[in-house]
Nanobody, 122 residues
Framework: QVQLVESGGGLVQAGGSLKLSCAVSGRTFSTFIMGWFRQAPGKEREFVAAIDGIGGRTRYAESVKGRFTISRDNAKNTVSLQMNTLKPEDTAVYHC???????????????WGQGTQVTVSS
């Protein structure tokens, strides 16, 4: 059974930083794409970042490019999202996900974590 568990969310002031982590179990971690999505109240889930199996290729949403960095540690089966220069509009529940395709489409991902809340105050 594949499980994804996020951690690292919290409350931060605008301009601050947070680092999210996601621990994955139940699948051969290095084989699969890892992604982060977020969902704010009343809004659809939106793509944030993705990274391929060996970490050589990454993709970011335009709204976070230059501020967020996705990385993975295949030895520890973890993926991280370093978030800098946070803005109030980054407030959302952040979900870790895994799938077979390097895509921004949420429906292409197979397994999801429960999410971790990130709140950015102005």
């Amino acid at each position: 059974q594949v499980q994804l568990v996020e951690s690292g969310g919290g409350l931060v002031q605008a301009g601050g930083s947070l680092k999210l982590s996601c621990a994955v179990s139940g699948r051969t971690f290095s084989t699969f794409i890892m992604g982060w999505f977020r969902q704010a109240p009343g809004k659809e889930r939106e793509f944030v970042a993705a990274i391929d199996g060996i970490g050589g290729r990454t993709r970011y949403a335009e709204s976070v490019k230059g501020r967020f960095t996705i990385s993975r540690d295949n030895a520890k089966n973890t993926v991280s999202l370093q978030m800098n220069t946070l803005k109030p509009e980054d407030t959302a529940v952040y979900h870790c996900t895994t799938g077979r395709y390097f895509t921004q489409a949420a429906n292409e991902y197979e397994y999801w974590g429960q999410g971790t809340q990130v709140t950015v105050s102005s």
